[in-house]
């Protein structure tokens, strides 16, 4: 099958290519660059593969949680792809994604993103027996300090959270993790993996009911709350 992949809820700006049994891909660390480099991203892996659009079987998509502009933007690129070429569109956490740069082993994995103002997008997973994830527990944004998570024996950490709240999530987590990378975001080419199950489980949907997860109602401080921070 064929299927492009968008991944942009964070500051990478991702783009995978499922074409037969390969996966190419491409990526940058592109901060508010994700509108001008994402098309262009898709044109080179399209050219490299040698198939045009029409080609395409479905477009699949990291639907969030993460940044509100960038996942609005892989969401609206999607749909309007899909919707050009007549052909569904496949949803993937973007959490889930992000999971499947863990190691491949038996430990839990848990996946968090720097949500800002003070919190973080989490969830926990493993490794199934055919490449997949098994989600442990809901996605959640929350702070650090009251994440709760399931037992587990040994826990890989990726994501940007690690980075920010490092000392608060060891606490959390009861040891040191088997390993961490806080310099690590949601892949493309994770997204579609996932999503090629997605897909041969009939899982895909029309392009108008492909939507975003934000997981936070309310995505901006307001003035007054902006002040405050500056001020604690």
Known sequence: MNLLALETAT????????HGETIIARTELAPRRHAERV??????LLAEAGIGKHALDAIAVGRGPGAFTGVRLAISLAQGMAMALDRPVVTVSSLAALALEAPEDDAAILAVIDARMGEIYAASYRRDDEGGL?????ERVCTAESLQ?????AWHVVGSGWATYRDTLRTRLGADPRSSDGMCYPQARHVAT????EFKAGRAVAPEHALPVYLRDKVALTLAEQGKSRES
Do not use: T
């Open 134 to 138: 098994i989600a442990l527990d809901e």
């Open 11 to 18: 500051e990478a700006c991702s783009v995978a290519l499922v």
């Open 149 to 153: 998570l399931p037992q587990a024996e």
């Open 39 to 44: 098309l262009p991203l898709a044109d080179e």
């Open 194 to 197: 996932l999503a090629v199950r």
